[in-house]
C-alpha cells in the first residue's frame, strides 16, 4: 500500500466547505445512482501541451466521523471500473481552518495499491507515483473550484 495526502486552501468557512465537498460528489450521481468520476492520468508534456488520459473511476464518497469522532469528514474510495488497470484508494477529505474564518484546508489522504503485482509495483516506483499525486492535486483543484463555485448544499450524501 502507498500513502497518496496532498492539502488544497480555499477561500470559504469550513462548514460551507464540507457542504460544498458533499455537494461536489452528490452534483456527478449518475441517472443509475452512481458516481463516476474522471481521474486525470498525465502522459506527458511539450512547450505548449500537456497530454494526458482521462479514465472514469466508480466513487463511494460519504460523510463520516474521524477515528476519535470529533470531526466530520467524507470517506472516499474509487476503483476502475473499466478495462485499465488503475490503483483502487481508499482514503479521506477532511476540512478544517485555522485562525482566519474564511480560510479552509482541504486534505484528501489515504492509501492505493499500485495493480498487476511485481510489475505494478515496479511501475508504480518509476513512474504511477507521480501519477497518483499529479491526479490527487488534479482532483483537489477540481474540488477546490467547486467549493468557490457551488451552493451550499447540506446533507447532499444522504439517500
Not at 38 to 59: S, Y
Not at 65 to 81: A, F, G, I, P
Amino acid at each position: 500500500m502507498r500513502r497518496l495526502r496532498d492539502t488544497v486552501a480555499v477561500n470559504c468557512p469550513v462548514d460551507r466547505a464540507l457542504a460544498r465537498i458533499e455537494w461536489f460528489f452528490a452534483a456527478r450521481r449518475g441517472a443509475d445512482g452512481k458516481l463516476r468520476i474522471p481521474l486525470r492520468v498525465p502522459l506527458g508534456r511539450t512547450a505548449t501541451n500537456a497530454f494526458a488520459a482521462d479514465h472514469e473511476v466508480l466513487v463511494d464518497a460519504r460523510v463520516a466521523r474521524d477515528d476519535q469522532n470529533l470531526n466530520e469528514l467524507v470517506r472516499v474510495e474509487w476503483k476502475s471500473e473499466g478495462e485499465v488497470p488503475l490503483p483502487p484508494f481508499v482514503g479521506t477529505l477532511a476540512a478544517w481552518g485555522e485562525g482566519n474564518p474564511n480560510l479552509t484546508f482541504i486534505e484528501l489522504d489515504g492509501t492505493y495499491a499500485p495493480p498487476l503485482g511485481v510489475a505494478g509495483e515496479t511501475f508504480d516506483e518509476a513512474f504511477g507515483r507521480r501519477i497518483a499525486q499529479h491526479t490527487a492535486k488534479d482532483l483537489l483543484a477540481e474540488i477546490a473550484e467547486a467549493i468557490a463555485d457551488g451552493p451550499p448544499v447540506t446533507d447532499a450524501l444522504e439517500g
